[in-house]
């Protein structure tokens, strides 16, 4: 299995602009979670999906923030219009079920930074 | 305020001798335990999670210990290798919340 594949890897934008961070998850892995990492805060998660539902939105920092599950092999967090205060990185990760004893698996990430 | 604390930023140990790596968390609610290790420029892996039913789990040489009277978990690593250097990271939650919540790491370094 190729495992969580997050695309891109690197992105930087212009302040103002709109910004598609992209997932796919293990597939047959049923929740999704975005989470996103910087240096005072650490990793906090935004969202998270269940069989392409979305469960639980209150970690979105703002209404610039959007994510969606069209299918159970794909998902995009959008931020529009991006913000300096953005730029981080950004991990999305699966579980078979929301439920584990073993944690997720997280993909390689994707490093935003806005200028 | 950070549920989820690990107070240390970094630390260095010696090759083959033991790493201990803490973690405090605030809310009692929290019944299951994680730790993952994160290389850069990759995603976090897990590495050994403990229920609050235990007060210590062991996997080869990682080993996790829950203290819940004083609301901390560690982690050590005996004997440690220079391929255990990374970012350490616990994470906790509550059964049913599906919420794992992180501190903010320990930068390990293991040296040869």
């Known amino acids: 299995d190729a495992g969580v594949i997050q695309s891109p890897r690197h992105e930087v934008t212009e302040m103002g602009q709109e910004v598609t961070l992209r997932c796919k998850p293990i597939?047959?892995?049923?929740?999704l979670f975005w989470y996103r990492q910087t240096m005072m805060r650490g990793l906090e998660l935004l969202i998270y999906?269940?069989?392409?539902?979305?469960?639980?939105d209150s970690g979105m920092p703002e209404d610039r923030f959007s994510a969606k599950m069209p299918n159970a092999s794909f998902s995009t967090l959008k931020i529009q219009p991006s913000e300096p205060r953005d730029s981080a990185v950004y991990f999305c990760?699966?579980?078979?079920?929301?439920?584990?004893?073993?944690?997720?698996?997280f993909g390689s990430g994707t490093r935003l930074t806005v200028v | 305020d950070q549920q989820v604390k690990q107070n240390s930023p970094s630390l260095s140990v010696q090759e083959g001798r033991i790493s201990i790596l803490n973690c405090d968390y605030t809310?009692?609610?929290?019944?299951?335990f994680l730790w993952y290790k994160k290389y850069p420029a990759e995603g976090p892996t897990f590495l050994i999670s403990?229920?609050?039913?235990?007060d210590k789990n062991e996997d080869g040489r990682f080993t996790v210990f829950l203290n819940k009277s004083a609301k901390h978990l560690s982690l050590h690593i005996v004997p440690s290798q220079p391929g255990d250097s990374a970012v350490y990271f616990c994470?906790?939650?509550?059964?049913?919340?599906?919420?794992?919540?992180f501190g903010t790491g320990t930068r390990l370094k293991v040296l040869a």
């Open positions: 809310n009692s609610m929290f019944d299951y």
């Open positions: 999906f269940n069989n392409n539902v979305p469960i639980d």
């Open positions: 994470a906790v939650t509550t059964s049913g919340t599906y919420k794992y919540i």
């Open positions: 597939s047959g892995h049923n929740s």
């Open positions: 990760a699966s579980s078979p079920t929301l439920t584990t004893d073993y944690g997720y698996t």
């Open positions: 403990i229920s609050s039913i235990k």
